[in-house]
């Protein structure tokens, strides 16, 4: 069975970092891109956003620019979500998602939130002093 896990949430205080784990189990990450997402409460999920397969192409969102990192181990089947500078704003449930592509688009980071196919279950990242 397919599966993705977070790990890594907890509390913070503003200005702290954490960083999210989240690690395939019944498939490889080689050739999949894989999305971080966060949902607040009363909000609408947005992306913050991806990492390309091997790992050599990242894109952020706005909101998380020069703050937060993507970055994976595909020997370890994982991928993390380093986030640094922590506001009260990014409280939220952090989710991965992994889109699969084909060992031609080795280096293409995917957007697009309807394009990812596997989800985990979150981890809440609360930020409060």
């Known amino acids: 069975q397919l599966q993705l896990v977070e790990s890594g949430g907890g509390l913070v205080q503003p200005g702290g970092s954490l960083r999210l784990s989240c690690t395939a189990s019944g498939f490889t990450l080689d050739y999949y891109a894989i999305g971080w997402f966060r949902q607040a409460p009363g909000k609408e999920r947005e992306g913050i956003f991806c990492?390309?397969?091997?790992?050599?192409?990242?894109k952020y969102a706005d909101s998380v620019k020069g703050r937060f990192t993507i970055s994976r181990d595909n020997a370890k089947n994982t991928v993390y979500l380093q986030m640094n500078t922590l506001k009260t704003e990014d409280t939220a449930v952090y989710y991965c998602a992994a889109t699969y592509l084909s060992h031609r688009f080795g280096s293409v980071c995917v957007d697009e939130e309807a394009k990812y196919q596997y989800w985990g279950q979150g981890a809440q990242v609360t930020v409060s002093s």
């Open positions: 990492i390309s397969p091997d790992g050599g192409s990242t």
